[in-house]
T-cell receptor, first 113, second 117 residues
Framework: GENVEQHPSTLSVQEGDSAVIKCTYS??????FPWYKQELGKRPQLIID?????GEKKDQRIAVTLNKTAKHFSLHITETQPEDSAVYFC????????????FGTGTSLTVIP | GAVVSQHPSWVICKSGTSVKIECRSL??????MFWYRQFPKQSLMLMAT?????????EQGVEKDKFLINHASLTLSTLTVTSAHPEDSSFYIC?????????????FGPGTRLTVT
């Protein structure tokens, strides 16, 4: 089955700096890579996703890059704000088969004001 | 839109009893729902995929006889933890996929905290 690794497990940045979270996956068939943000005590919420036919996607301060050859993808948050503090999960999925998502181990991001 | 609810939000039960957790999609039809288990400060571990009108698909290592899943309608999936033991104590969270919108996003429920004494 799919195995997703995520680094770092914790990340602290100063407000205004950038944050980068990296993930690798094992199943080359995976073709969908969502990122979820989970604030304390709340449910995970999708913040951005990318499909395997795209190398990069950006949405305001958030961007995701995908390297299919190396089987890794990254989340980039620029101009971080205190409200960005949360746990971020990457996931890898195989669409149109079972559509299951396999999640990484999570990154606890703290943005220091 | 795309709201998923879970009930109960928390439950305490005695060892050996069974507990049922409900997952509902409130404003969309979910042909597929997923059940996850989340340990404190850890990731979401996929337990099983619940398909409306058919048997659930369990991930490797998940006991299907212990974690019974029923997806009887397009808006409801249930997870029953049978003969619960303390090691089953965990946070169980479901998600649902709205297959009609052309997206692949999974919408998560708020989770259920199960404590087995």
């Amino acid at each position: 089955g799919e195995n997703v690794e995520q680094h770092p497990s914790t990340l602290s940045v100063q407000e205004g700096d950038s944050a980068v979270i990296k993930c690798t996956y094992s199943d080359s068939a995976s073709n969908y890579f969502p990122w979820y943000k989970q604030e304390l005590g709340k449910r995970p919420q999708l913040i951005i996703d990318i499909r395997s036919n795209v190398g990069e996607k950006k949405d305001q301060r958030i961007a995701v890059t995908l390297n299919k050859t190396a089987k890794h993808f990254s989340l980039h948050i620029t101009e971080t704000q205190p409200e960005d503090s949360a746990v971020y999960f990457c996931a890898a999925g195989l669409l149109n088969t079972g559509n299951q998502f396999y999640f990484g181990t999570g990154t606890s991001l703290t943005v220091i004001p | 839109g795309a709201v998923v609810s879970q009930h109960p939000s928390w439950v305490i039960c005695k060892s050996g009893t069974s507990v049922k957790i409900e997952c509902r999609s409130l404003d969309f039809q979910a042909t597929t729902m997923f059940w996850y288990r989340q340990f404190p400060k850890q990731s979401l571990m996929l337990m099983a995929t619940s398909n409306e009108g058919s048997k659930a698909t369990y991930e490797q290592g998940v006991e299907k006889d212990k974690f019974l899943i029923n997806h009887a309608s397009l808006t409801l999936s249930t997870l029953t933890v049978t003969s619960a033991h303390p090691e089953d104590s965990s946070f169980y969270i479901c998600s649902a996929r709205d297959g009609t919108g052309g997206t692949y996003e999974q919408y998560f429920g708020p989770g259920t905290r199960l404590t087995v004494t």
